[in-house]
């Protein structure tokens, strides 16, 4: 049986690879071996919303959102990318990631050259 991964090297894998889909984040609290980790995401959109966010095994928890209308407080995710979809819309999130992807493969097909 596999031993999960610890929580905290989960948050820096997603700092390190996921940084061109948010602005910025911050990892508040994360213990190797507790089940927990706290962190805060924002928003690469002009509203520079912010949403708190409790890491467990489980889920991605919204602890707090800077956005009062249409707020993600008390949302349960399964993932990231799931988390990033919701914080700046699926359209935005959408769009992000295929131009990501196009530039990479722009980049892999020049390097063949």
Not at 32 to 40: C, I, K, Q, S, V
Not at 79 to 99: I, M, P
């Amino acid at each position: 049986m596999l031993e999960p991964r610890p929580l905290a090297e989960d948050l820096y894998h997603y700092k390190e690879h996921y940084q061109d889909m948010f602005h910025e984040l911050e990892i508040l609290r994360a213990v190797p071996g507790e089940p927990t980790a706290h962190f805060r995401l924002v928003s690469r959109l002009p509203s520079r919303r912010t949403v708190e966010v409790l890491l467990s095994e489980s889920a991605f928890h919204v602890q707090k959102d800077s956005q009062e209308e249409s707020t993600l407080r008390d949302a349960k995710f399964e993932s990231f990318e799931q988390l990033l979809s919701s914080l700046d819309g699926a359209e935005v999130f959408g769009s992000r990631l295929c131009d990501l992807v196009s530039q990479r493969l722009r980049e892999d097909a020049g390097a063949w050259h």
